[in-house]
């Protein structure tokens, strides 16, 4: 996955997000949001959530995380990921993407190309 060009961190709620999108083989867009928390294991699936708007439309959610806990990293901070495909039939070209965490969001402008 490419990193987002000219994006920082933002803060959705009480989080602090950064989505990284790709173009997969088949053609559909794959969006990994890193999560920034206390606690590895602190989120679940349920409490994140993405869309990704391509040419004014939003794209179809085609796979989510698993059910459960997020995945987790710890090193000297916890990131958590939650990975999600959306379909792309027409190949669209991504604008937006808008991470929700528990209620909070943040919008980042996916325009520059995904890689």
């Known amino acids: ?13 009480d989080f602090w997000v950064y989505p990284s999108v790709a ?8 969006v990994n949001v890193a999560i920034a928390v206390e606690e590895p294991f602190d989120l679940q699936d ?8 391509a040419d004014g439309q939003s794209l179809s959610i085609v796979e989510g ?5 997020l995945p987790a990293i710890q090193l000297t901070g916890a990131n958590a990921y939650a990975l999600y495909r959306f379909d792309n039939p ?3 070209v991504p604008s937006t993407a808008t991470v929700t ?5 943040a919008t980042f ?3 520059q190309g995904i890689g």
């Open 101 to 105: 965490v528990r209620g909070g969001s």
């Open 46 to 53: 349920t409490d994140v959530a993405v869309e990704l708007v």
């Open 23 to 30: 173009e997969a083989s088949d053609g559909s867009v794959r």
């Open 65 to 69: 995380p698993a059910p459960g806990p």
């Open 90 to 92: 027409d190949g669209l």
């Open 109 to 111: 402008d996916v325009s």
């Open 1 to 13: 996955m490419s990193p987002l060009r000219e994006e920082n961190p933002q803060l959705a709620g």
